[in-house]
Nanobody, 127 residues
Framework: QVQLVESGGGLVQAGGSLRLSCAASGGALSRYRMGWFRQAPGKEREFVAAISWSISTTYYADSVKGRFTISRDNAKNTVYLQMNSLKPEDTAVYYC????????????????????WGQGTQVTVSS
């Protein structure tokens, strides 16, 4: 069974950058759409970004478009989220997730479109 492990979170000042990684073990990611979500205290988990299994298509929430970049290295079985120009409102626990089936093309922004989740990594942006 595949396991996802996020890393790279931390404390950063507003305007700074972080790069999150999501490494998989026990299964390949190459045939699956991958997504990043985040959850702030007292709020629901929300979509941040997703990348298709073919790497040709990326999707972003409006709140992070132009600041965050999702990428993947299938050879390393790893997905990344480069976060630039961070804002205090980006503070949350960030989760990576694997789609609920290979070659899936739908529901990229819904948590229901993913069935494997990492444990999350905390990102805190100070003002």
């Amino acid at each position: 069974q595949v396991q996802l492990v996020e890393s790279g979170g931390g404390l950063v000042q507003a305007g700074g950058s972080l790069r999150l990684s999501c490494a998989a073990s026990g299964g390949a990611l190459s045939r699956y759409r991958m997504g990043w979500f985040r959850q702030a205290p007292g709020k629901e988990r929300e979509f941040v970004a997703a990348i298709s299994w073919s790497i040709s298509t990326t999707y972003y929430a409006d709140s992070v478009k132009g600041r965050f970049t999702i990428s993947r290295d299938n050879a390393k079985n790893t997905v990344y989220l480069q976060m630039n120009s961070l804002k205090p409102e980006d503070t949350a626990v960030y989760y990576c997730a694997r789609a609920d089936g290979p070659y899936s093309s739908g529901a990229y922004s819904s948590t229901g479109g993913y069935n494997t989740w990492g444990q999350g990594t905390q990102v805190t942006v100070s003002s």
